[in-house]
């Protein structure tokens, strides 16, 4: 079993920045995907980014929603703690975030390819 937590969650004005971590616990998983998704309220959860490892010659791999490509980085350390560093904040960025994992190695956006879910943090972008 593998846990996630969230934080790092809050309310920044357009164009701020904010860095939500995942930690993880329980089973570990070194080579599997992580992501991170969104939902805002009325709509369904949507894939924000995802990192895996494609081996030591290709090191990690990134991938990004396009509603995010430039502003958002996601990042993971040897601890298996998942980071996205949100800059340039818009309004629509507002939402729950979730951290997610998959014990899979491909990369995917699909919500219910993921096997495991944190509690989400919320982040709150004011214009």
């Known amino acids: 079993q593998v846990q996630l937590g969230e934080s790092g969650g809050g309310l920044v004005q357009a164009g701020g920045s904010l860095r939500l971590s995942c930690a993880t616990s329980?089973?570990?998983?070194?080579?599997?995907?992580m992501g991170w998704f969104r939902q805002a309220p009325g709509k369904e959860r949507e894939f924000v980014a995802a990192?895996?490892?494609?081996?030591?010659?290709?090191?990690?791999?990134t991938y990004y929603a396009d509603s995010v490509k430039g502003r958002f980085t996601i990042s993971r350390d040897a601890k298996n703690t998942v980071y996205l560093q949100m800059n340039s904040l818009k309004p629509e960025d507002t939402a729950g975030y979730y951290c997610?994992?998959?014990?899979?190695?491909?990369?995917?956006?699909?919500?219910?390819?993921?096997?495991?879910w944190g509690q989400g943090t919320q982040v709150t972008v004011s214009s």
């Open positions: 329980g089973r570990t998983f070194s080579t599997g995907v």
């Open positions: 997610a994992a998959t014990l899979g190695r491909i990369v995917t956006p699909v919500v219910s390819d993921y096997d495991y």
């Open positions: 990192i895996s490892w494609s081996g030591s010659w290709g090191g990690w791999r």
